[in-house]
């Protein structure tokens, strides 16, 4: 297992608010470079919104969203990064990315950011090669020369394409899909089709990849086999994972970090065996008797 | 006994069937058809009535839902429950591999096909009203087919860039004394500028919004060529716009024309050809230039626009980009194929890009299949060239009297299609979606798995 090393995410005092609702209240979390980190809760805890705030879908209210490449005395560089209004700071050592001031797909692009999604946003009418080459394509656009070489068909252009769909070939090979290639997307069961979204998503080459969900709907033998994947993407990829996740085998048997989401607080954080037997959690997930709620209630801070 | 008796109940159901529809006919039919009204030789509208006309075609159409529901439909239900045939036939196999290269073949052998078939005189038609007209319609079914087919966003304002193609075209030539070759990719430069210039404020839009808002932008265009007048000269049009020279040389009968430097005898067909030939290489252009896009990031892209446009940006695209492209490559196309109308023509005015334009090059797109190039070619000659058809069917005239002009209903005719086609091809005559690229094997997509896009 790979040490948790330093934070790669920052997330402080994140606020997101939907007219009166507030879907996330002050949330300050950290995910470590080259780990897990779980992020769980009742349904409607704002788990999603949270996701939607770190890849660009929403704009928070409040709050600082910070991601790291590299180097960790780059972390140093933040509040002047903060107070200068700009959105990213690039040193010889790495790069600082402030991901609330950047569009979604910038999130992406430059602060290699991948998301899955809860309900599966493959493109279904096209073939899951084609899936995987769409998820390349900023470095297919930039070795096109923006279309303008490439629709001449200069050698470099070629290469790049070559190169990409061996790419797509060593992901398909590693989620079990390579005859599958040719086929739409749309046609594949349910629970290759969560494979080939996360597979899609590590074609951009993220250094964070946020995942929604990725067990939902899997029988066990398809949720033990993502644990797998998921874990090889963390020890050989060396990619740092977010993890939305309901199916507690999936979040306590891969997590090296977890954090609790219940109404839009932050009730706990900390290794999977600390949240596991943590009374707040338990109170979150299966409730207290009733001549407990005020004592629970006044301990949350409700 | 048995089986007889299970006759008389099918007949009676056809029966009352029929007597169902028969009724509902006649209601409909009776403003339509029953009743017509007539001024009489004081100017007075009249109202006559056509009872005998109207029980005929209430009449026929009793007789054949008849027939319908108690022959036809059991046929087609028995038919439906036979197996398909699980391998394709040879004859679609072959049918599939060499119906692109006869097609070639054939478009480019054209003219001297209709030459050999109908003299040198009767080709004149043959060769401008149906070949150059609807490879006009090829081409600009192939533009839009970019922005609707490949790109998924719904553009009904599309014959606006038509209109700033053969505008700019005509303007230059004739105030500039511009030549054709050096206009034809310029106008495609500006309608590519004002198609941008459109997708800037309406791309945040989707579906419907922008399907209205492009709508608007073609009208806008139409009204300002009309308005104007200082510019465009109005309603009354630009005449006398420069026709095409073969690379220098003009199509006249002069000494230094043409004909007289080929040593040919002066005919009117030979720049009539010169423009099929013309028209046949943008068409041909065009849809390289589509074929080779649609396997480069950005076409690809578009294709992704359409299936799921959250997940595009989720993977890092600018949809905003992607979409100006789309919108910039469809409005270059009908550019060219707008400076080719206007020097073909000769003649522009506002009359030639009405919405109605519009509408039939779209209808011409989701008829052939979005995103199908072969199904936009065929849809394009299916409408073009069944409209200029009509016009051949002098023979109806013995059967139904000399005041018929089959043209008349050409409209009813269209709409009629339209709908049987839409019952038996719902995503257009050719609806599967061949892949980009492939490893092993390349399987057409069915269109079941694809979307339509939502703007």
Redesign the interface.
Known sequence: MAEASDTVLRVEHLTMRFGGLVAVDDLSFEAKGGSITALIGPNGAGKTTVFNCI?G?YKPSEGRIALKHGDAALWDALEALTDRGERHFSASGGALFLLERMP??????QARV??T?QNI???????V??NL??????V??LA?GF?FL??FGIPSYTAAERAS?DKA?FWLDRIGLLDR????A??LPYGAQRRLEVA??MC?NPVLLCLDEPAAGLNPHESGELNELLLSLRDDHATSILLIEHDMSVVMGISDHIVVLDYGVKIADGKPQDVRNDEKVIAAYLGVADEEVAEVEAEVGL | MAQAKAERVDAVRALKDASRVAVISFFLFLPLIGLLTQTDINNVLILTTRWPLLFSWVGVIFFGRFVYSLVIAPWMAQRAMRPVAAAPSPWRAFVGKWFIPFAIGFVIAYPAIVIFGSGYSGALKWIDNFGIQILIYVMLGWGLNIVVGLAGLLDLGYVAFYAVGAYSYALLAKNFGFTFWLLLPLAGILSSFWGILLGFPVLRLRGDYLAIVTLAFGEIIRLILINFVDLTNGYAGISGIPRPSFFGIPFNADDNGFDATFGLEFSPLHRTIFLYYVILALAFITAFVTVRLRRMPVGRAWEALREDEIACRSLGINTTNTKLTAFAMGAMFAGFAGSFFAARQGFISPESFTFLESATVLSIVVLGGMGSQIGVALAAIAFVGGTEVLRELDFLKQIFGPTFDPTQYRMLLFGFCMVLIMIWRPRGLISTRDPSVFLKERKGISAELTKEGHG
């Open positions: 890849t879908f979604d797909f910038l999130v992406t692009q991948a998301r999604f946003r493959l493109f279904s009418g096209m073939t090669l084609e080459l769409v998820a390349q394509h900023n297919l656009m096109s279309t490439g629709i769909i070939k290639a040719d086929d739409p749309g046609d899609r998503a951009t």
